[in-house]
């Protein structure tokens, strides 16, 4: 599903995209002892994949993007304890009852719910979890899309709220837009505009060569095959 959204926007979504503050994988790793196996589904570059890693977890990073993979392998590329698959997350094909704890940073809206859904179930040990992570705007973030992938998904789940501000470049907030799925690409009718009128942006809304954004990280978490 949707699998071809970020091909030739890796690079930018590696550069751009925010990552996830300690005290977020403070509590994702809550849910794990020193022998849990992870499945990042929907792994992208590996932003959070990495910060797994880095912990001493052993991590499946499951990504259907070719473009991606390309990225996801270079983030991951110190960490032998990682394994890249090349799998849509409704068909992750790993094994039945393999995973303890399936993450989704930033990526559930993208799937087919009730199909993952299904792979869940298929997937996780009989206690195992799924905790799903969004970056929102703050005042938005019980209304927009991402969030209502979350009620579809889960029917009660508990909610954690972390503070992670963003200060960006001129450079890394461009690749940041440009990462976004409808993003006009080098070579499309109109990008020299496009380009331009994001510079104007950031001039505009920048404090001395840095743009600061608000984000609130949340982490949902609900037991496996619940929904």
């Known amino acids: 599903m949707n699998i071809d959204n970020f091909t030739n926007r890796a690079e930018a979504y590696a ?11 403070d509590k994702i790793t809550e849910f794990a002892s020193e022998d849990t196996v992870f499945a990042d589904i929907g792994a992208g570059t590996g932003k959070l994949t990495k910060e797994l890693a880095k912990r001493g977890y052993t991590v499946y990073a499951v990504e259907p993007n070719e473009d991606m993979r390309v990225q996801l ?16 997350a409704e068909n992750t094909t790993l094994p039945d009852k393999s995973i303890d704890v399936i993450t989704v940073a930033h990526a559930l809206h993208w799937f087919d719910i ?16 799924v905790i799903v992570i969004y970056n929102h705007v703050p005042g938005r973030e019980e209304s927009d899309f991402c969030r209502q992938a979350v009620d579809r998904f889960f029917s009660n789940p508990v909610i954690w709220t972390f503070n992670n501000p963003i200060s960006y470049t001129r450079d890394d907030w ?3 837009i ?12 109109g990008y020299e505009e496009y380009i331009l009128s994001l ?11 840095v743009l600061c954004c608000d ?4 982490v949902y978490v609900e037991e496996s ?3």
């Open 225 to 227: 095959c619940k929904y």
């Open 178 to 189: 440009q990462s976004q799925d409808d993003s006009i690409l080098p070579g499309e009718q």
């Open 199 to 209: 510079n104007k942006a950031f001039d505009r809304d920048s404090i001395d060569g």
């Open 215 to 218: 984000r609130l990280t949340r």
């Open 15 to 25: 550069k751009g995209r925010p990552g996830y503050t300690n005290e977020t994988i």
């Open 73 to 88: 392998a270079i983030t991951l590329s110190a960490y032998t304890n990682t394994k890249i698959i090349g799998s849509a």
């Open 114 to 129: 009730e199909r993952f859904k299904a792979e869940c179930c298929r997937i996780l040990k009989p206690d195992g979890i």
């Open 174 to 176: 461009i690749a940041y």
